[in-house]
């Protein structure tokens, strides 16, 4: 069959364009699925056995994994303060990044706009482990800056780093300040792209700033929040770094002070060595991650209509 039987219809200096990109794509698309979409299959593959990682698999046990794990209370503590921790990064990050989206991008022209872009995307360019310990002296209980000027009005000193409760609080405030950068970008240009057209007609019919803002901008900019929500919602349940460096326990064991589900998957598969038992907690952030993801994308897209 002649290759260009498939796509009749289709004019050959298109399909030839076509066949080169893909060309040029399959590199990197042969590279992406060694690395993403195989490990990602024999995860799933792993999940049902009893899989050490020192020694081969052992026996098939099912669902066994599964099961076990909705009964193990170090599961569930990692996926109660992960849900806690995506959901208030995600909703602060994301209002925050809205509110100095819509001051940059309508209000602050010019070069002390774009130097204000720069200052707020600043800490997006800067490697996590770096900033996490630039953080770890700021939340010092003794000698840290938040609590010398939380002092200044009055207030004790809060044990920040050696309390659960306010550790994952600390991990949330550095992960806002990290995240809403990234997405104050996003949003003003996508604020940007919307024409000034319809919001001098909401104008002319007598509408406020806010009103503007809120019946005009927000749904216009509808599939661009919808993709800031996603990628920080997915990046919060990715959640690692800051809490291993970050929120230690007394006796400094990296991480244990605020149990999170891939910090409870490293250390049932490379401190314990059951791969089979990781896996299925891989398993369960990725179900997670996916039905959150598709309730996001249903309420949304659902709203705009």
């Known amino acids: 069959m002649h290759p260009l039987a498939a796509v009749r219809g289709v004019p050959r200096r ?25 490990p990602t299959a024999w995860a799933f593959v792993m999940s049902f056995f009893e899989w050490g990682l020192v020694k081969p698999a052992e026996r098939f046990v099912g669902f066994d994994n599964y099961t076990t794990l909705l009964s193990d209370k170090n599961f569930t503590t990692a996926l109660l ?10 909703i602060f ?56 000027f939380l002092g200044i009005f009055g207030i004790t000193r809060v044990p920040w780093l050696s309390d659960p409760n306010m550790a994952l609080v600390a991990v949330i405030i550095l992960s806002v300040w990290k995240q809403v950068g990234y997405n104050m970008i996003i949003l003003i240009v996508g604020m940007r792209a919307i024409p000034r057209v319809y919001e001098e007609a909401a104008a002319v019919d ?9 019946h005009v901008t927000m749904p216009l900019l509808a599939p661009v929040t919808l993709f800031v929500i996603v990628i920080t919602t997915i990046a919060s349940y990715n959640v690692f770094t800051q809490v291993y460096v970050l929120a230690s326990d007394v006796q400094g064991a990296p991480g ?21 038992y990781a896996s299925a907690e891989a398993v369960y952030l990725f179900l997670i991650i996916l ?15």
């Open 256 to 276: 244990r002070l605020v149990p999170v589900i891939v910090y409870d998957l490293f250390q049932n598969g490379f401190r314990f060595f059951k791969m089979g």
């Open 206 to 214: 007598g509408a406020s700033a806010w009103q503007r803002f809120r």
């Open 81 to 90: 303060n992960t849900t806690i921790f995506a959901f208030a990064t995600t």
């Open 14 to 38: 298109t399909w030839l364009r076509w066949r080169f990109a893909y060309l040029v794509l399959l590199p990197t698309l042969i590279l992406f699925t060694y690395l993403r979409v195989f």
């Open 93 to 148: 990050s994301v209002i925050l990044a809205i509110a100095l989206a819509a001051v940059l991008a309508r209000v602050v022209r010019g070069r002390t706009g774009g130097l204000l872009e720069l200052l707020y995307f600043a800490p997006v360019l800067v490697p996590m482990v770096p900033v996490t310990l630039g953080w770890r002296e700021i939340f010092n209980y003794n000698h840290g800056v938040l609590n010398a």
């Open 291 to 305: 039905v959150l993801t598709l309730i996001q994308f249903r309420f949304l897209r659902g709203s705009r209509a």
